[in-house]
């Protein structure tokens, strides 16, 4: 078996062999895996995602995911989602507004369709899923965000959904907005809980700016990479 730094959660679900290209490009040495033996050797685990939240669900049981990534957890292995992958951390889901389903209930909160975040019914037609480019809009008050990242500016990252984590506001680092018919709605971007991170944007799709930001998280977590500095530049971090 073949060890390495990262391993992007191989379980049928989401972009996983661009995921994988992305954090090479970080210089990072990473596979993508299902394997039990090399997911908890890992340093840091990505959780990729594009699809139902149920489907999820149901792939990690049946594949018997479930308590390697508990055990992930409460080993504190950096644990990265990304999309569904963050929302995958939830308590449950709504998707299925008939049949709520339970997550993997790491962080407070659930998944609720974008629509939702309305006041009032829209005067136009609601257009969905959210695709496109925002900007984030860091939570200056939460100690969890780090000096590093209110130190950078960022250009806007790629976005694709139709649902959105709701969880509490002290699990919050970054926030953007978008139109839904002709109101502005906010909602979580980039959420932490010690070393639970989750993006629901892609920053394997957001060119620079998203390995601005990756890079910066594998930097605190002291995870071997390549340091992207603002001239977008790399250069080998040696640990």
């Excluded at 790629?158 to 709701?166: A, D, V």
């Amino acid at each position: 078996m073949i060890t390495t730094d990262v391993v992007v959660l191989d379980y049928g679900m989401g972009n996983v062999h661009g995921v994988v290209a992305f954090l090479r490009r970080l210089g990072c040495q990473v596979v993508s895996s299902s394997r039990p033996a090399q997911i908890l050797a890992a340093k840091a685990l990505f959780i990729p995602g594009v699809g139902a939240f149920d489907s999820a669900m149901r792939q990690l049981e049946q594949m018997a995911l479930l308590p390697i990534l508990q055990a992930c957890r409460e080993q504190e292995t950096l644990i990265v989602g990304i999309c569904l992958g963050m929302q995958l951390m939830a308590e449950s889901s709504i998707e299925n507004v008939h049949q709520p389903r339970a997550g993997l209930g790491w962080i407070n909160g659930d998944i609720r369709h974008l629509s939702t975040l309305l006041p009032a019914p829209p005067s136009s037609p609601v257009r969905l899923p959210h695709t496109g480019w925002n900007s984030l809009r860091l939570c200056s008050t939460n100690p969890q965000v780090p000096d590093s990242l209110r130190a950078q500016p960022f250009s806007e990252l790629y976005f694709n959904h139709s649902y959105y984590f709701r969880c509490p506001k002290d699990k919050i680092i970054a926030t953007t907005q978008l139109v839904l018919g002709q109101q502005s709605v906010t909602f979580p971007a980039l959420i932490r809980d010690k070393n639970l991170v989750g993006f629901q944007c892609h920053p394997e799709k957001s060119q620079s700016a998203g390995r601005k930001l990756v890079s910066l998280l594998l930097q605190q977590f002291d995870i071997p990479h390549c340091i992207i500095d603002n001239a977008d530049s790399h250069r080998r971090l040696s640990l």
